[in-house]
C-alpha cells in the first residue's frame, strides 16, 4: 500500500519549503491549497519558466519541480 | 502656467520628474501619504519570495492613486539571468512593460554589477520592456546599454541609502551631455538640495527613497523634494547664467553721491 501512495504523490520546493502533493496537482490547486487563489498578484515560475494565470488550471506539477511564488513589497 | 517640459520615458509622459521608491516607510498610510505629496507619477516596488503561514497584505493598494504607475524592481537577484526571470515575474504580476533593472550583488555597497545588467537589458528589451538600467555612473557604459535598447539609464549618485549626495557629479555631467534616452539620477540623493542640484544640471528626473522614508515627517519631506526638483528643473530650462571668477557687478558704478 506504501508504494502506491508514494507513486500517487510527488514532491516539490516551493520557494524555500518542501510538499508533497498529489499527483496531478496544478498550480491553481496548489494555490488553493495554500488559501492563496485570490491573492491578486501572485506570480508563479516552475524550474525557471513563468507560468501565466491563465494556465494555473491547466499546468501540472510534477515529481522535483521547482515552484518560485513571489509578490510585490514596498522597495526602492 | 505649464511649468515644465514634460518627461517623455518609453510610451508615457510624466510631468513629476521626481520618482519614488517605497522602501522604509514605516507603514503603509505613511507611504501614501508621502507618495501623494510628493506629487510623483511612478513609483517603484520590489518582489518577494511569498512567506507562507504568513498573512499576506498587499502594498499594490495602498499605491494605487490616480497617475500614479509603478516601476517594479529586479532588487535581489544577483545576474542576468535572475534578473530577466524576476522582471518576467513583475510583469505577470502587475501586468506592466516598465522594470527598474537592478543587480547588485555585493551586500556591503550594493553597487551595481554593469556586466549583468548589459546582458539583461539587451534581452529584456528584446522581450519588450521599457528597461531602466541602475548603474554607476558610468558614461561608456549608459551609451552600451542605450545601444541596447534602455528606455532610460539611472547613474547613482552615491550608494544606495547612504543619503551622500551626488559624488559622482563629474561623471554625471559626462552621461547627460551625451545620452539620447533620459537620465534619471538614482541613490544617495539625501536632501532637496540634492535634488535641485541633479534637476538643474539637466538629469531628466531623479529617484527618491531613502531620504524621504526615513525622514522624521516623511509627508512634509516629500513636499520638500517635490518643490526642489521642480525647481531644479524650471532653473534648468531657464538657462542659468555662467560661473566666473571675477566679479560682475550688478547695480551702476558710475559715481552717486561724489563726481570726481
Known amino acids: 500500500m506504501l508504494a502506491v501512495e508514494r507513486e500517487e504523490m510527488i514532491r516539490i520546493v516551493l520557494n524555500d519549503d518542501e510538499l508533497v502533493l498529489d499527483q496531478d496537482c496544478t498550480v491553481d490547486a496548489l494555490l488553493k491549497q495554500l488559501s492563496m487563489a485570490e491573492a491578486e498578484r501572485i506570480a508563479v515560475a516552475v524550474n525557471d519558466n513563468v507560468v501565466r494565470r491563465s494556465d494555473w488550471s491547466s499546468y501540472r506539477l510534477n515529481d522535483k519541480d521547482r515552484v518560485l511564488m513571489i509578490a510585490p513589497i514596498q522597495g526602492g | ?260
Not at chain 2, 10 to 15: I, K, L, M, T, V
Request: charged content about 20%; overall charge negative; some cysteine.
Open chain 2, 1 to 260: 502656467m505649464k511649468l515644465t517640459e514634460p518627461l517623455r520615458i518609453g510610451d508615457r509622459d510624466y510631468r513629476s520628474r521626481l520618482f519614488l521608491g517605497t522602501g522604509k516607510f514605516g507603514s503603509y498610510p505613511l507611504m501614501r501619504q508621502a507618495v501623494e505629496a510628493s506629487g510623483t507619477e511612478l513609483v517603484t516596488v520590489a518582489l518577494r519570495r511569498v512567506h507562507l503561514h504568513e498573512a499576506q497584505d498587499d502594498v499594490i493598494a495602498h499605491l494605487q492613486l490616480p497617475g500614479v504607475h509603478l516601476l517594479p524592481n529586479t532588487s535581489g537577484v544577483r545576474s542576468a539571468k535572475e534578473a530577466v526571470l524576476a522582471a518576467q515575474l513583475a510583469r505577470e504580476s502587475l501586468q506592466t512593460n516598465w522594470l527598474k533593472l537592478e543587480i547588485h550583488p555585493d551586500p556591503r555597497y550594493l553597487l551595481p554589477d554593469p556586466i549583468e545588467t548589459m546582458f539583461a537589458t539587451e534581452r529584456l528589451a528584446k522581450e519588450g520592456f521599457f528597461v531602466m538600467a541602475y548603474i554607476n555612473a558610468d558614461p561608456v557604459l549608459c551609451k552600451r546599454l542605450e545601444e541596447a535598447g534602455a528606455a532610460a539609464v539611472m547613474p547613482l549618485g552615491a550608494p544606495i541609502g547612504t543619503n551622500q549626495g551626488l559624488q559622482t557629479r563629474a561623471m554625471l555631467e559626462i552621461i547627460i551631455e551625451q545620452s539620447n534616452v533620459p537620465v534619471v539620477v538614482d541613490a544617495g540623493i539625501g536632501a532637496p538640495s540634492h535634488a535641485a542640484e541633479a534637476m538643474e544640471m539637466g538629469a531628466d528626473a531623479v529617484l527618491v527613497n531613502t531620504a524621504i522614508a526615513v525622514a522624521g515627517d516623511p509627508v512634509a519631506m516629500a513636499e520638500a523634494f517635490r518643490l526642489a526638483t521642480l525647481s531644479g528643473r524650471i532653473a534648468f530650462e531657464a538657462r542659468m547664467g555662467a560661473v566666473s571668477k571675477q566679479a560682475d557687478a550688478s547695480s551702476p558704478l558710475t559715481a552717486f553721491l561724489v563726481n570726481e
